[in-house]
C-alpha cells in the first residue's frame, strides 16, 4: 500500500525555528509542527532541527507525526540551533536536560504532552514523566534499552570488547558520509 504524505505546506504549518530560554539562561532551538489534539515532543539525540529537513526520511516521518499530533522538535542543549556556551558542570545533568524540555513545553504553549524517547533520551523521557507527571500525558520508547554493556541481569548486552570496537568504528568514520548512512 503506498501512503502519500503531506507537505509542510497542506498541512497548515512551517518548521520555523523559536527558542525556549531555559531557567539557567540557555537557548534551546525548537520548532512546532501540525496541529493534531495531543502534543508530541520528540527527545531525541540526533536533531538539529534545521537540518534533519534536509534528510527525506526524517522529515517524512515528523510529516506523519504532524497529522495526528503538534508535534514538538528541539535541539539538545551544546547541539544544533541550541547554545554552545554553556557550563560544563551542570550543562548535562539530568535535571537540565529535563529543564530543556520544560522550557521547551513552556514556549510552544505545552501543558502536558507525549513524550518520544529515542534511544538513550528514553530515560530522560521517563525521568521527565516521573517528574513531572501532571504535564506527561505518555510515553514512546524507540530503540530505549536499559544499558548497553553486558551483567549477568542484561545477558544480551555488548562485550566490552564489542563496544570498544563500536566506538573506534565511530572515531574511524566519524564526519564521513558512510557514517551518516548507517
Known amino acids: 500500500m503506498r501512503v ?16 525556549a530560554k531555559t531557567s539557567g539562561g540557555v537557548h534551546i532551538a525548537y ?87 529515542v534511544e538513550d533520551m528514553f530515560s530522560l523521557s521517563a525521568m521527565f514523566a516521573a517528574t513531572y507527571p501532571e504535564r506527561t500525558i505518555g510515553l514512546v520508547a524507540y530503540g530505549a534499552a536499559a544499558r548497553n554493556l553486558w551483567s549477568p541481569d542484561y545477558p544480551w548486552g555488548l562485550s566490552e570488547e564489542e563496544y570498544d570496537a563500536d566506538i573506534a568504528d565511530v572515531e574511524r568514520g566519524w564526519g564521513t558520509k558512510e557514517l551518516a548512512r548507517i
Open 4 to 19: 502519500t504524505i503531506p507537505s509542510p505546506k497542506l498541512l497548515g504549518v512551517t518548521s520555523e525555528t523559536r527558542y
Open 31 to 117: 520548532q512546532v509542527i501540525g496541529t493534531g489534539p495531543v502534543d508530541l515532543v520528540f527527545i531525541s539525540w540526533m536533531l538539529n532541527v534545521e537540518a534533519l529537513w534536509r534528510w527525506a526520511r526524517m522529515a517524512r516521518t515528523f510529516r506523519r507525526m504532524a497529522t495526528f499530533s503538534r508535534l514538538i522538535l528541539f535541539d539538545r542543549r551544546g547541539t544544533g540551533m541550541s547554545d554552545h556556551a554553556i557550563d560544563r558542570n551542570q550543562a548535562f545533568s539530568l535535571d537540565a536536560r529535563m529543564d530543556d524540555i520544560r522550557a521547551v513545553m513552556d514556549a510552544a504553549g505545552s501543558e502536558r504532552a507525549v513524550l518520544y524517547g
